[in-house]
């Protein structure tokens, strides 16, 4: 059951709790998790590094800095995205502190805002994104949509925020058709804006010839490791579908191939 224990604020979110864990640890590190398009697979790709993570007793935490599209639960915002997470994997932290804006309206991060006449802080972003490190090992963060999203109209984008909190990628892309043309797009826009793409991901993979040769082009143009080819999960029954992508996790995200990554 969804959980909102803080006092709420008028806008629908909530107070943010004093502490977010108990357990203090050394710095922790971060990798931003980049799609080449909305709808690639960011989300459960963050869900699978989470899950590997976990399963390797490292503590770990996802972040999406702005949120849209979030629903209410008993007043509260919460974020799809990282309820698909907590769900795949056992983080325990509260929704609050995974996001720094949430926002209810499905649109870009820089019309969503607007529309609640907010004014993004990205200083926020920054401190609540530190906070998190210092009480995890690592922590995942999911960017919205591609490289060139707005999170503040004419002013701010996806491509600055990665630089902001000073992370390397992994790059989320399509198995399918018109994959090849997106990565090598998004990959030659992040270099010219000096991010490190470390690692690609290809997700929604199917078996077909043609999903083979994406996956070699792409390491071709880019020579950049393709870390995992995760399989398309069709199931319809959600508890299978939860087994059935803990499965793929286990047999497609390498710890190792991680490990290395977040260096
Ligand atoms: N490999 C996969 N197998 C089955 N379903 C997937 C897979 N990858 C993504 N999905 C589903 O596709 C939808 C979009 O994926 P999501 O991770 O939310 O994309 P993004 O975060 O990039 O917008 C979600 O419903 C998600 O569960
Ligand atoms: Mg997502």
Not at 69 to 86: E, H, L, P, Q, W
Not at 95 to 109: A, D, G, L, R, T
Not at 209 to 226: C, F, L, M, Q, R
């Amino acid at each position: 059951m969804l959980m909102c224990m803080f006092a709420k604020q008028t806008n629908g979110a909530c107070i943010k709790p004093k502490a977010i864990s108990e357990r203090k640890l050394e710095m922790g590190k971060g990798i931003f998790i980049l799609g080449t398009d909305t709808d690639v697979g960011k989300t459960f790709i963050t869900a699978g590094i989470n899950y590997i993570l976990n399963k390797n007793n490292f503590r770990c935490c996802s972040f999406k800095p702005v949120q849209t599209g979030a629903f209410t639960f008993s007043g509260c915002r919460i974020s799809g995205d990282m309820k698909f997470v907590k769900e795949m994997c056992s983080i325990e932290e509260d929704y609050v502190n995974m996001n720094s804006y949430c926002f209810i309206k499905e649109v870009s991060p820089h019309i969503a805002a607007e529309l609640e006449d907010v004014r993004i802080d990205t200083k926020k972003i920054i401190n609540d994104f530190n906070a998190l490190k210092e009480n995890y090992d690592y922590v995942i963060v999911e960017g919205a949509g591609g490289l060139i999203v707005p999170i503040i109209r004419n002013e701010y984008y996806m491509y600055d925020m990665i630089k902001d909190l000073n992370l390397s990628a992994i790059l989320v892309s399509r198995a399918g058709i018109g994959t090849i043309n997106h990565t090598s797009l998004t990959w030659e826009f992040a270099k010219s804006k000096g991010i490190d793409i470390k690692g690609i991901i290809v997700n929604g993979y199917n078996g077909l010839y043609y999903e083979d040769d994406n996956v070699d082009v792409i390491k071709s143009i880019t020579g950049v490791p393709v870390i995992s080819v995760m399989p398309k999960v069709k199931t319809d029954n959600t508890d299978d579908f939860i087994k059935q992508v803990q499965l793929q996790y286990e047999k497609n995200i390498n710890i190792d191939e991680i490990l290395k990554i977040f260096g």
